[in-house]
Nanobody, 123 residues
Framework: QVQLVESGGGSVQAGGSLRLSCIASGYIYSMGWFRQAPGKEREGVAAIYTRVGATVYADSVKGRFTIAQDKGKNTLHLQMNSLKPEDTAMYYC???????????????????WGQGTQVTVSS
């Protein structure tokens, strides 16, 4: 069983930055960040395929968010810059083994989930 613990959420004004972190209890081949705003479906934000270091981003965050993994510490980070009010959501860390690289932003490709951390961006 893999456990994921997120941290780093909070409230910022538009244009500000936040850095989310997720610590995994074991080595994971693929990890990603998802978010869910009230009344909306959970969507993939960014993910990394650890084996080759490949990353993928949702179009809505490209150029603003950066995902990175510290393999030695089994930690995943999401640096979020130029935040917008529409980035407001609960952010979840996800992890899985054997995730197809073409499905890195697909929710049901991941077996393990964290509890989530709230990000609120005010205008």
């Amino acid at each position: 069983q893999v456990q994921l613990v997120e941290s780093g959420g909070g409230s910022v004004q538009a244009g500000g930055s936040l850095r989310l972190s997720c610590i995994a209890s074991g080595y994971i081949y693929s990890m990603g960040w998802f978010r869910q705003a009230p009344g909306k479906e959970r969507e993939g934000v960014a993910a990394i395929y650890t084996r080759v270091g490949a990353t993928v981003y949702a179009d809505s965050v490209k150029g603003r968010f950066t995902i990175a993994q510290d393999k030695g510490k089994n930690t995943l980070h999401l640096q979020m810059n130029s935040l917008k009010p529409e980035d407001t959501a609960m952010y979840y860390c996800a992890a899985g083994r054997g995730v197809d690289p073409s499905r890195l932003l697909v929710q049901n490709a991941y077996a393990y989930w964290g509890q989530g951390t709230q990000v609120t961006v005010s205008s």
